[in-house]
């Protein structure tokens, strides 16, 4: 079955500093991986997504996403961390049987920025 | 950027009663879902749509829910008897055809407080 951990429930960088989220999956099959960012209030937001066209996959807002198979990591990295970072992040992965294709949810990562 | 849309934004229901959430999707999607959120936990996946029909529910989605797609816009979440864990935010998202790695648009959601 597929399914990713997050690790770590929240973590706090100062402003200007390195944003790393961890991710894990497990797969049997080559994953389909995505990054959605919830703000406050709001719904999820995709940020990224890794379909096997390119180890590293850039998306918005500054964030990029390295895949590491041998690691079956996904990480989430953004070099200089902004104050409207803050928010919570989900890495995410494609299921598998259906062509719906649900998507299934890590735990969430809080991300705090100190000023 | 053309949205998925959801309302209410907030609905406060009795325990026992009928509750319907309601959803626009992207207007050329294809492919429906309905995901929920238990407040501090992950975001769980509930039921997909496509071609008029359930593709694929999980567990949750028990004999209490239900979803239809009354005209060629709204996309409706039917809770027939409301308890109280059913209290959380409900998510729509949408996908377009094709691309089965495509991802999903969500909307901002509904907060479902059960009373």
């Known amino acids: 079955a597929q399914s990713v951990t997050q690790l770590g429930s929240h973590v706090s960088v100062s402003e200007g500093a390195l944003v790393l989220l961890r991710c894990n999956y497990s797969?049997?099959?080559?994953?389909?991986l995505f990054w959605y960012v919830q703000y406050p209030n709001q719904g999820l937001q995709l940020l990224l997504k890794?379909?096997?066209?390119?180890?590293l996959v850039k998306g918005i807002n500054g964030f990029e996403a390295e895949f590491k198979k041998s690691e079956t990591s996904f990480h989430l990295t953004k070099p200089s961390a902004h104050m409207s970072d803050a928010a919570e992040y989900f890495c995410a992965v494609k299921g598998l049987g259906s062509s719906a294709s649900k998507i299934i949810f890590g735990s969430g990562t809080r991300l705090s920025i100190r000023p | 950027e053309p949205e998925v849309t959801q309302t209410p934004s907030h609905q406060v229901t009795q325990m026992g009663q009928e509750v319907i959430l309601r959803c626009v999707p992207i207007?050329?999607?294809?492919?429906f879902y309905w995901y929920r959120q238990i407040l501090g936990q992950k975001v769980e996946f509930l039921v997909s749509f496509y071609n008029n029909e359930i593709s694929e529910k999980s567990e949750i989605f028990d004999d209490q829910f239900s979803v239809e797609r009354p005209d060629g816009s709204n996309f409706t979440l039917k809770i027939r008897s409301t308890k109280l864990e059913d209290s959380a935010m409900y998510f729509c998202?949408?996908?377009?055809?094709?691309?089965?790695?495509?991802?999903?648009?969500f909307g901002d959601g509904t907060r479902l407080s059960i009373l």
């Open positions: 890794y379909t096997s066209a390119a180890t």
């Open positions: 207007s050329n999607h294809l492919y």
């Open positions: 797969s049997s099959v080559p994953p389909y």
């Open positions: 998202a949408s996908r377009g055809d094709g691309d089965g790695n495509q991802p999903q648009h």
